[in-house]
């Protein structure tokens, strides 16, 4: 609420006489742990105008900024002296419920005069599409009002269009849903309801937005926040930071301290990210062991919001259907404690602490071990339900012995294809690691089935109702600006494009290129800005032929693996690809042909015989 008539004129000047001010209170600083913010700041970076004005009821307006976004607004208005003008900030109509959604935003504002004046926020943001608007004394009009949006000022660094217009909003979408929940140097859940910094929301937001965007600064300085909200004598890690109070999550939420790190280290191969965060590394993962018993992870915490696993899968944990079965949980949180296990060691390894590397590499062969042992169902080749979330992150985590993965790999597709009708069925995190699984496995022709659906649950499923941001929830249940289901965004210039870091180069000093053509794609192409110099990756279908044009920035080298038939025939700019400058095969296996390329740009063709 601000009341324009308390305003003191000239109350920031030396000549203001404030002999009837009352004097400041010294008061205790609170006790919590504080983060300098030395990242970008918050900037304005679009101004929309209004689609729709229309009147509700005798004196009420609603205006439409025909999206979803986060920021305030700019309103121009006459009202009543002394008389609140309300103003209503809302998502959404709640069909079922029969009632607007704002999450209780809502701003007052009591003008002086009965002239013009203008109110916008200086402190405060909200999340809306909608503005309802009661108390003027004159209809609002189309230039009175605009919404200024409103983020963290980060670079954008990433690129992706194809010939499926579907997925380029996907992609498109996903993205601007990012810049809606990164406003103030955190990455948040939602940008209204709870707005706090969730950890395993971060962890699947920051695989894509690295592609995306330079993040460096940011992810650098919230990770200052997760050391600082540590337990330094048990190593717990809340599921939020910064913390300003207790909230549900689960293993995998404490585990960003280890995902991101890692994940920064490949993208920018700055071993400080790793260093500072170490400590933080090896007491979250003593946090864990206590934990556990006989090896593997125990239920901890809360009893519904303590131990979460993936969470938001269709009918699961939403509003549409139950809670996610303990075993559920229990089994992919122990995937997820080897998957730690194993980061933990390559930081270790990167790092030369070499007694500790060996050490968090043998517990994580360990505990997969273990959770193969007592959740393996040999007549099915599955585990716990065999959803699509289980088999792939066994898969992903390396859960599954090396000689089962075939066939786990078989059941996983023909969950997809048959029991799912191929839809996606995973939630929260179950999404990144499916999608990362079916990469690493050269499964790409599923993830874009899942993707390309238009009914739910599924990304397309939320645009067809009309979505401008992605949803918290695949039934569009509570929020509908929200971070969960947004790692689709990596698959597209990670998985069609092929763009990756290198482990034993990182930064994109040695880039690994692993495009992958589909059945129903005529065409894609990817960028990525990385710290030395832009990556490009083209490919285009034309009947037995395929394209691929590559760039590859100054002072780098790649290895760049086409998809090829046994016998095609391979060419770069018009010379068999073995005899072009700059060109040398190094692998050729089962349809597939590697090779090292120096930096430059390169057209190969791919032709079937």
């Not at 405060?124 to 189309?142: C, E, M, W």
């Not at 294809?417 to 939630?427: A, F, L, P, Q, S």
Request: aromatic share 12%; charged share 25%; hydrophobic share 35%.
């Amino acid at each position: 609420r601000y009341d324009a008539q308390s305003e003191l004129p000239g109350w920031d000047t030396v000549s203001r006489n404030d002999a009837d001010w009352e004097t400041a209170v010294a008061a205790e600083p609170p006790m919590v742990a504080l983060c300098a913010a030395m990242l970008e700041p918050n900037r304005i970076t679009q101004t929309i105008p209004p689609v729709d004005i229309s009147k509700k009821g005798n004196n009420d307006y609603l205006i439409d900024f025909g999206r979803n976004l986060t920021g305030m607004i700019d309103f121009r208005l006459k009202g009543t002296p002394g008389e609140p003008v309300r103003m209503q900030f809302i998502e959404r109509w709640d069909e079922k419920e029969g009632e607007w959604v704002d999450f209780g935003q809502r701003d007052e504002y009591i003008p002086r005069s009965k002239g013009e004046e203008v109110f916008r926020n200086q402190f405060n943001y909200h999340a809306f599409r909608y503005v309802k608007v009661s108390g003027l004394a004159r209809p609002p009009k189309s230039g009175d009002i605009r919404a200024l949006f409103l983020r963290t000022d980060y670079a954008p660094r990433g690129s992706f269009e194809c010939s499926n217009e579907l997925l380029n909003s996907i992609y498109k979408t996903t993205l601007y849903t990012f810049d809606c929940v990164t406003a103030g140097g955190v990455s948040v859940d939602c940008p209204h309801r709870e707005r706090l910094g969730y950890g395993g929301d971060g962890q699947i937001t920051s695989k894509t937005a690295l592609y995306a965007f330079d993040l460096g600064a940011l992810y650098t300085k919230w990770l200052g926040n997760w050391r600082d909200v540590q337990d330094p004598q048990t190593g717990c890690l809340p599921n939020i930071a910064p913390r300003p109070h207790d909230a549900g999550g689960g293993p995998t939420w404490g585990a960003i301290s280890v995902m991101l790190p890692w994940d920064m280290y490949l993208h920018y191969g700055d071993r400080r990210v790793l260093q500072d965060n170490y400590a933080m590394m090896k007491q979250y993962m003593a946090f864990l062991d206590s934990k556990s018993e006989n090896g593997l992870l125990k239920p901890y915490g809360h009893k519904d919001y303590g131990f979460l696993g993936d969470w938001v899968a269709p009918d699961h944990d939403q509003g549409t259907g139950p809670w996610s079965p303990g075993e559920w949980r229990t089994f992919f949180n122990n995937c997820f404690y080897a998957h730690v296990a194993d980061h933990v060691s390559k930081v270790a390894a990167v790092l030369d602490e070499k007694q500790d590397a060996a050490h968090y590499a043998e517990q994580a062969n360990a505990i997969r071990r273990a959770t193969h042992e007592r959740w393996f169902k040999p007549e099915a080749n599955s585990y716990v339900d065999g959803g699509q979330a289980y088999l792939s992150f066994a898969l992903l985590s390396g859960v599954v012995p090396e000689n089962l993965r075939p066939a786990v790999l078989k059941n996983l597709g023909r969950t997809i294809v048959e029991t799912n009708k191929g839809h996606i069925d995973t939630g929260m995190h179950g999404s990144m690691f499916l999608l990362r699984c079916l990469n690493d496995e050269r499964r790409d022709d599923l993830v874009y089935l899942m993707a390309n659906q238009k009914t739910y649950p599924g990304w397309g499923y939320m645009l067809e109702q009309g979505a401008t941001t992605l949803w918290e929830r695949w039934d569009g249940e509570r929020s509908r600006i929200h971070s969960t289901l947004l790692a689709a965004g990596e698959w597209f210039p990670r998985g069609l494009g092929g763009i990756k870091p290198d482990p034993a180069l990182p930064g994109f000093k040695h880039i690994l290129l692993q495009p992958r053509p589909v059945e129903g794609l005529a065409w894609a192409r990817a960028g990525y800005d990385t710290i030395r110099g832009p990556v490009t990756s083209e490919w285009r279908r034309d009947g037995q032929t395929q394209k691929f044009e590559i760039d590859i920035p100054a002072n780098t080298t790649a290895c760049l693996s086409l998809p090829v038939a046994d016998n095609a025939k391979v060419t770069e700019s018009g010379h068999p690809a073995t005899e072009a400058q700059g060109v040398r095969l190094v692998k050729s296996e089962t349809g597939l042909a590697s090779y090292e390329i120096d930096s430059g740009k390169y057209t190969f063709m791919v032709t079937a015989q």
